[in-house]
Nanobody, 116 residues
Framework: QVQLVESGGGLVQSGRSLRLSCAAS????????MKWYRQAPGQEREWVAS????????DYRTSVKDRFSISRDNEENMAYLQMYSLRPEDSAVYYC?????????WGQGTQVTVSS
């Protein structure tokens, strides 16, 4: 059974940093692209960042491009989202995502709250 488990969220002040982790199990992790999404209260879930399996290339939504960094450790089956210079508008539940066997798989999410 494929499972994604996020961790690392919390309450931080504006301008501080957090690193989110996503532990993946039940799949050949190294062949899958991984993504992070987030969802704020009353808003739709939005894509944040992607990391590709082959060359480790990355992509970011514009609002986080110079502040967030996605990475992966294929030995440990882990994906990470390092977030710098956090802003109140970054507050949301952050989800790890993988497209596996034609299905969208999500973790349970981890809450990030940024106070002003």
């Amino acid at each position: 059974q494929v499972q994604l488990v996020e961790s690392g969220g919390g309450l931080v002040q504006s301008g501080r940093s957090l690193r989110l982790s996503c532990a993946a199990s039940g799949l050949s992790f190294w062949i899958y692209g991984m993504k992070w999404y987030r969802q704020a209260p009353g808003q739709e879930r939005e894509w944040v960042a992607s990391i590709f399996p082959t060359n480790g290339g990355t992509d970011y939504r514009t609002s986080v491009k110079d502040r967030f960094s996605i990475s992966r450790d294929n030995e440990e089956n882990m994906a990470y989202l390092q977030m710098y210079s956090l802003r109140p508008e970054d507050s949301a539940v952050y989800y790890c995502y993988v497209r596996y066997s034609g299905r969208d798989l999500w973790g349970q999410g981890t809450q990030v709250t940024v106070s002003s």
